[in-house]
């Protein structure tokens, strides 16, 4: 798979990075629940140094929920608190207050001694492009304050937002870039939708996710496509959930590419129910 980056976009998001870091307290890293190795910039312990850090699964609601514990576990395991949540419903907002509540309560309790009532905490929500920092943003903040499904440095401006009186979150997110450690790193980011589509081959893509969930989860993809085996090559299944789809072109062909984006869309929506893509 071939893709194409840009060298200055990540020198860019770098130095924002560690900018943004200089004024926070908490850094709430952000990873797809569905995918939380791939999501993640390994460099993540050095670029934050010691700075505490809360691990959030999000879009928690398109992984399966056993597998989204099995992630927490491995964290906890590894000292780091973790949280699924959901930017979209808010369903984890609470649970994620208190978790910030319950770590700076030693900061807290020592301000106080020194008789500063309230210093809220100041945090920073760092994760890839997709992985719904601008979407939590907006949920924490309770109104649309910041654009969603935007492409990395379009939000602009450094604003904090209240949270209670506890919290303020830094209105720009910091911008991590996932690491294609090997090829499958790279698939799992374009079947999630991390990777704009118009830069893949969109037909190689479907092929391998067909490969991938014959594997981990076959009979979504039979009840879904009304298949009834997974026999043969995924280009052939393909072909089949094309036709079953009605995506015929000319000659009676199947048209491939539009297939292609039902499926890959159709599991970006969570229609072929909550499939995890990694486990611990
Ligand atoms: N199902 C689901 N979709 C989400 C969730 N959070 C964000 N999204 C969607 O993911 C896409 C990218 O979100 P966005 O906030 O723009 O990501 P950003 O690039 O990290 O700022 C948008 O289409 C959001 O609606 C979630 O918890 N669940
Ligand atoms: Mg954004």
Known sequence: MNIQW????????????????????????????????????????????????????????????????????????????????NSLTGSGQKELTKAINDMFQERNARLKAKGIISKPVRALIAGIPNVGKSSLINRLAGKASTKT??????????????????????DTPGILWPKFEDEEVGFNLA????????????????????????????????????????????ADILDKIGKNRGCIIQGGQVDRERTANIILDEYRGGKLGRISLEMP
């Open 191 to 234: 079947f999630t939708g991390a990777i704009r589509d118009e830069i893949m081959d969109i037909i190689e893509i479907s092929i391998k996710f067909i490969e991938k969930i014959k594997l981990i989860s076959p009979d979504s993809l039979k009840s879904r496509y009304k298949l009834d085996d997974l026999e043969g090559e995924e």
């Open 149 to 170: 499904g935007d492409r990395p440095g379009v939000t602009k401006g450094k604003q904090w937002i209240k949270i209670g009186s506890n919290l303020e979150l830094m």
């Open 6 to 85: 840009y060298p200055g976009h990540m020198t860019k998001a770098k130095r924002q990075m560690a900018e943004s870091l200089k004024q926070v307290e908490l850094v709430i890293e952000l990873l797809d629940a569905r995918i939380p190795k791939s999501s993640k910039n390994p460099d993540i312990d050095s670029i934050c140094g010691n700075k505490p850090r809360i691990v959030l699964l999000n879009k928690s609601d398109l992984a399966d929920s056993n597998i989204n514990k099995q992630w927490i576990n491995y964290y906890k395991n590894l000292n780091l608190q973790c949280l699924e949540i």
